[in-house]
């Protein structure tokens, strides 16, 4: 007798995706607004050029490398052009940190 593995099908998300879903009965994606409100309040009260330096600290416990760096600068311009405020532009860097792999798992 040969015995048959079945494969389930999953609907599950993926943590990271579950955090930025922005449905009203998500308390994953509401804890993850409420850390990135508080994220960007605290940043706020940095000097503008050290806000970067110190979501990555904050958040990731390094400092972030010169890509991580540029590419941030160029997110937070995007998002304040889009959003109209610093801080909801840097509520969305949390956000993105937030979801960061080397956030939510442990290697």
Do not use: C
């Not at 110190?54 to 400092?63: G, M, T």
């Not at 760096?69 to 969305?92: H, I, P, W, Y």
Request: proline content about 3%; aromatic content about 8%.
């Amino acid at each position: 007798m040969h015995s048959v593995w079945l494969i389930v099908a999953s609907v599950v998300a993926l943590q990271s995706i579950a955090r930025l879903n922005p449905s009203d009965d998500n308390a994953a994606s509401e804890l993850a607004r409420y850390d990135a409100k508080v994220l960007a309040a605290k940043l706020e009260k940095e000097p503008e050029s050290e806000r970067i330096d110190k979501a990555w600290e904050h958040v990731l416990s390094r400092r972030p490398t010169a890509d991580e760096k540029t590419a941030a600068r160029k997110f937070l311009d995007q998002q304040r052009k889009n959003l109209g405020s610093e801080s909801a532009a840097l509520q969305e860097l949390g956000r993105s940190l937030f979801n960061f792999n080397e956030f939510l798992y442990v290697d």
